[in-house]
């Protein structure tokens, strides 16, 4: 019976030779880039650096993490930003995928998906330069209409009670048009017979959305969720682009904190356990995200 089964097996495979050859080279490339690099993280237990000899050092680089100050600084404007940009963002996706769906013309439903979607397509350093030009202080349209209007120029990439607010825009304005065009791709699948028959027993509009349409893409919208926890405290390189040392005490997250200790200093033992805490956190909060939502909405990716 188990010879039976394997020769079955290689004749399936031998059939979809050249489909399976198609997929082999980004399986190589997901092997190299995302498994191998696991071997890396043995270094977090190590010295290893700019140094000559490099000896285990076990736990000793964790237990400088969780006393070093700068660390706490990180991890606070972490989570601070990562909350912001979750709570700030999370509900723009879905409004505008409801609004698109709304409109009657397919033309236009296209046309205003692919200008929202265009950012999405945008380095973080292309972002960082619009955002830059847009705020300066000097020939930025944003102080020049403050300044037309009587009002003094806001120095907002340099300014502590300003800068989140630019990374929050920024981040909304970037990955709105991404997960637009997901909700909408949903709302496609709804069955209109549901919309027809709310409507023969007097529901509105706004009642179908919320009897008929949120519903219906909650499975996406917990999914959308556990994408967005999955690499809420991974954030880099729109820190990395847009902050400067005026904003560090705002700005400085655990990624550029890993950056700097393990790159610019040479501590590369000590980097890479902090990218180390970074990953395993994460694996927890998708975890208990998928938790919560498998016992209280019966909804689950996992």
């Known amino acids: 019976m188990t010879s039976l089964r394997k020769g079955t097996l290689g004749k399936r495979i031998w ?14 490339w ?20 700019f140094r000559k000899t490099v000896s285990f050092v076990g736990l000793r680089n964790f237990e400088r993490l969780f006393r070093s100050a700068s660390f706490f600084n990180a991890l606070r404007n ?10 700030f963002y999370f509900p723009f996706p ?18 205003v998906q692919f200008l929202i979607y ?5 380095s973080w350093v292309v972002v960082g330069t619009i955002f830059v030009n847009l705020l ?18 806001i120095y907002f990439m340099s300014d502590v009670k300003w800068f989140r607010k630019v990374l929050i825009v920024s981040y909304i ?43 219906t893409i909650r499975p996406t919208i917990v999914t959308m969720l556990l994408l967005n926890l999955s690499h809420v405290l991974m954030i880099f390189d729109q820190v990395m682009v847009m902050y400067n040392a005026s904003v560090y005490s705002v700005s400085d997250v655990l990624q550029t904190y890993s950056y700097r200790e393990g790159i610019l200093t ?37």
Not at 15 to 28: D, E, F, N, S, V
Not at 266 to 292: P, R, Y
């Open 15 to 28: 059939k979809q030779r050249w489909l399976l050859l198609m997929l082999l080279p980004g399986l190589i």
């Open 30 to 49: 997901f092997i190299v880039f995302k498994y191998a690099t696991y071997a890396g993280l043995t270094l977090s237990f190590t010295n290893y650096g």
């Open 78 to 87: 972490t989570l601070l930003i990562s909350l912001y940009n979750i709570v």
């Open 94 to 111: 879905i409004l505008i995928a409801l609004l698109i769906n709304e409109l009657g013309s397919v033309h236009s439903k296209r046309m």
């Open 118 to 122: 265009i950012p999405y397509f945008f």
């Open 136 to 153: 300066s202080p000097s020939s930025g349209i944003v102080n020049q209409i403050l300044k037309n209007l009587g009002m003094e120029s």
């Open 173 to 215: 304005w970037k990955q709105m048009g991404y997960g637009a065009v997901i909700y909408v791709a949903t709302l496609s699948t709804v069955d209109p017979q549901l919309y027809e028959a709310a409507e023969i027993d007097g529901c509105g509009r706004f009642r179908q959305v919320l009897y008929i349409t949120l519903p």
């Open 266 to 302: 040479g501590n590369l033992g000590f980097g890479t356990a902090v990218s180390l805490f970074v990953g395993v956190v994460s694996l927890c909060l998708v975890m208990g995200t998928n938790w919560i939502s498998k016992h209280f909405l019966e909804d689950s990716i996992l």
